[in-house]
Every structure is written in structure tokens, then in C-alpha cells.
């Protein structure tokens, strides 16, 4: 599967967008999905994820509250949708995919798709 993350740019402080994952290849119903982002000079961060059924969602502690991943299997494209961004919020945006039971731990993901910039202005 090949993964594209778009729908990044610059916002507001206290603003939201919605980024997208558009997946290619083996159907998007296949993998777990997850979220990741790094900003300048920083590790990469687990963001969070959703699983092959949608059943199931996880979000780390940093955007617990602001975020919803949610997929369209039928469109293969998985959202990332957030709110109340703050400056911190500034990083690369990736989507990455999974099989394995894992997928709520940010180490399992091997298959990476290339990130969207988003830039929250204060």
C-alpha cells in the first residue's frame, strides 16, 4: 500500500483542519492506520490511530480531546481532524500503515506515506 498525506498549511491558533491519508495499492481495509508528526528538532510523535474496523481509536495524551481519526474504507482515505490547535501543534503530519495487533503502539507501523506541513500561527 502507498500512502499520501495531504490538507496541511498554515492556521490559526484555535483553529482546526482536517488532514487526509489517500492510500493506493492494497485497499485501505486492510491495514490499521496510524498518525504521526514531527516537528522541527524534535522526535517523531505517535499521534494516534484507528484501527482496520474503525472499531477502535487511539489518541495520545497531547491531542486527547482536540482529535478525531476516523476512515472511509469505501474512499480509501483515512481523516485526521483537529481542533483547538495550538502553537505545538506545528509539525509534519504523516499517515503510516499496519497489520499488525499493535496498532495502537506507535512502534508497529512499517509502511509510511510522505507528510503534510501544518503551521498554527499564535
Known amino acids: 500500500v502507498q500512502l499520501q498525506a495531504s490538507g496541511g498549511g498554515l492556521v490559526q491558533a484555535g483553529g482546526s483542519l482536517r488532514l487526509s491519508c489517500a492510500t493506493s495499492?492494497?485497499?485501505?481495509?486492510?491495514?490499521?492506520v496510524g498518525w504521526f508528526r514531527q516537528a522541527p528538532g524534535k522526535e517523531r510523535e505517535f499521534v494516534g490511530a484507528v484501527s482496520r474496523s474503525s472499531v477502535s481509536t487511539y489518541s495520545s495524551d497531547s491531542v486527547k480531546g482536540r482529535s478525531t481519526i476516523s476512515r472511509a474504507n469505501a474512499k480509501n482515505t483515512v481523516f485526521l481532524q483537529m481542533k483547538t490547535l495550538k502553537s505545538e501543534d506545528t509539525a509534519v503530519y504523516y499517515c503510516?500503515?499496519?497489520?499488525?495487533?499493535?496498532?495502537?503502539?506507535?512502534?508497529?507501523?512499517?509502511?509510511w506515506g510522505q507528510g503534510t506541513l501544518v503551521t498554527v500561527s499564535s
Open positions: 503510516a500503515a499496519t497489520v499488525s495487533t499493535l496498532w495502537y503502539q506507535g512502534e508497529a507501523y512499517n509502511v
Open positions: 495499492g492494497r485497499p485501505v481495509s486492510s491495514y490499521h
